[in-house]
Nanobody, 126 residues
Framework: QVQLVESGGGLVQAGGSLRLSCDAS????????MGWFPRAPGKEREFVAA????????YYADSVKGRFTISRDNAKNTVYLQMNSLKPEDTAVYYC???????????????????WGQGTQVTVSS
């Protein structure tokens, strides 16, 4: 198994920035990709960003392109989500997830991720 722990959430004004971290431990050698999936109140988890482990190729939802950046620290098995130009609609609990296989539907579907963290709250005030 892989254990994931998110941190870095908080309250920020619209237009501000936050950087989320996700620390992975356990069978980290098996990671194929990691992603970030926020869940807003009353909504399903949605994809915002993912990174493929072997070559650090990144993938983004259209709604966050140019505002969010996903990256990794190879030495620490940590994934980051740098969020700039935040909007009130970005308010959500942000979950980090990983999977140990390539999958069939790209990187956007939560159902294709094996392990999940507990989430970190991001609140953007207007």
């Amino acid at each position: 198994q892989v254990q994931l722990v998110e941190s870095g959430g908080g309250l920020v004004q619209a237009g501000g920035s936050l950087r989320l971290s996700c620390d992975a431990s356990g069978r980290t050698f098996s990671i194929y990709a990691m992603g970030w999936f926020p869940r807003a109140p009353g909504k399903e988890r949605e994809f915002v960003a993912a990174i493929r482990w072997r070559d650090s190729r990144t993938y983004y939802a259209d709604s966050v392109k140019g505002r969010f950046t996903i990256s990794r620290d190879n030495a620490k098995n940590t994934v980051y989500l740098q969020m700039n130009s935040l909007k009130p609609e970005d308010t959500a609990v942000y979950y980090c997830a990983n999977r140990d296989y390539s999958g069939s539907y790209g990187y956007t579907k939560p159902a294709e991720y094996n392990y999940w963290g507990q989430g970190t709250q991001v609140t953007v005030s207007s």
